[in-house]
């Protein structure tokens, strides 16, 4: 049984390029959340999808949006990139209705 | 909103020594509280978890944690720790109703092991 995975592992991009993250969920799961872990700090809640709509957001700006494509994977978008916006992006999946979220191993997004 | 304090940044213990991480949370209701793992450069790994019933719960690892409400506390202890316990720690809380699952983490505690 998969866990939930990213893509890609690494990424690094030029400050006011868009960037694409993917998530798969783990097998059984259809709810969908995205974190920002900042170098030495804790996560950060984006935003949550479920039945491919956003259901929660967390204290961001526009540019960051999202997806959630019917086979439950899900998308982050980050447009006119920030250095700030330099971090671990971390997806996790749960059950409908679970507070217990399963974490895959992130995508870590370099803005130079 | 919820919000979770870990007051110790870095921690630094002997292998064989117990081990005590303390985590403070603010929330209206009862929250479900949850205690995550970070080895460097990867993801999360849930260690354990509490939503009710006895307030001591065990985890994975060998890793055990107290939900004491008076207190506002979900300090997570180990008995006798081990080398490759090193790591980072996050305590983290959600919530019911509108706060719907998402979690709110601490800003993380760093476990490091001297031989």
């Not at chain 1, 996790?92 to 217990?100: C, K, N």
């Amino acid at each position: 049984d998969a866990g939930v995975t990213q893509s890609p592992t690494h990424l690094i991009k030029t400050r006011g390029q868009q960037v694409t993250l993917r998530c798969s969920p783990k097998s059984g799961h259809d709810t969908v959340s995205w974190y920002q872990q900042a170098l030495g700090q804790g996560p950060q809640f984006i935003f949550q999808y479920y039945e491919e709509e956003e259901r929660q957001r967390g204290n961001f700006p526009d540019r960051f949006s999202g997806h959630q494509f019917p086979n439950y994977s899900s998308e982050l978008n980050v447009n006119a990139l920030l250095l700030g916006d330099s971090a671990l992006y971390l997806c996790a999946s749960s059950f409908p209705g679970s507070h217990e979220q399963y974490f895959g191993p992130g995508t870590r997004l370099t803005v130079t | 909103a919820q919000s979770v304090t870990q007051p110790d940044i870095h921690i630094t213990v002997s292998e064989g020594a117990s081990l005590e991480l303390r985590c403070n949370y603010s929330y209206g209701a009862t929250p479900y509280l949850f205690w995550y793992v970070q080895s460097p450069g990867q993801g999360l790994q849930l260690l354990l978890k509490y939503f009710s019933g006895d307030t001591l719960v065990q985890g994975i690892k060998g890793f055990e944690a107290e939900f004491k409400r008076s207190q506002s506390s979900f300090n997570l202890r180990k008995p006798s720790v081990h080398w490759s316990d090193a790591a980072e720690y996050f305590c983290a809380v959600s919530g019911g109703g509108n706060a719907g699952n998402m979690l709110t983490f601490g800003g993380g505690t760093r476990l490091m092991v001297k031989p």
